[in-house]
């Protein structure tokens, strides 16, 4: 499967971005669809996962301030963020994984600078 993100860009801090993961094909509904993210100089780093039955886990970095939604019909995950720091500067990748295999996608830029 093909993972495409979307929505990244620049923003200010205390601003809001909602990133977008589209994936090629129907994604088994056990599944878990997540969003990670990389810093300059860092590791990747787990930001958000939902399983099916919408079970949600947040890193305790973006509890309060980010939230992840999946839409199953459209193949597509979601992860609004809310109340941007500038340390949440990153890559932001998608990410399933079904069953053993995991997918990810290129990744896209978010940027929280004044």
């Known amino acids: 499967v093909q993972l495409q993100a979307s929505g990244g860009g620049l923003v200010q801090p205390g601003g809001s971005l909602r990133l977008s993961c589209a994936a090629s094909r129907t994604i088994f509904r056990s599944s878990v669809m997540g969003w990670y993210r990389q810093a300059p100089g860092k590791q990747r780093e787990l930001v958000a996962t939902i399983r099916s039955g919408g079970m949600t886990n947040y890193a305790d970095p973006v509890k309060g301030r980010f939230t992840i939604s999946r839409d199953n019909a459209k193949n597509t995950w979601y992860l609004q963020m809310n109340s941007l720091k500038p340390e949440d500067t990153a890559v932001y990748y998608c990410?399933?994984?079904?069953?053993?295999?995991?997918?990810w996608g290129r990744g896209t830029l978010v940027t929280v600078s004044s």
């Open positions: 990410n399933v994984q079904e069953g053993l295999v995991p997918y």
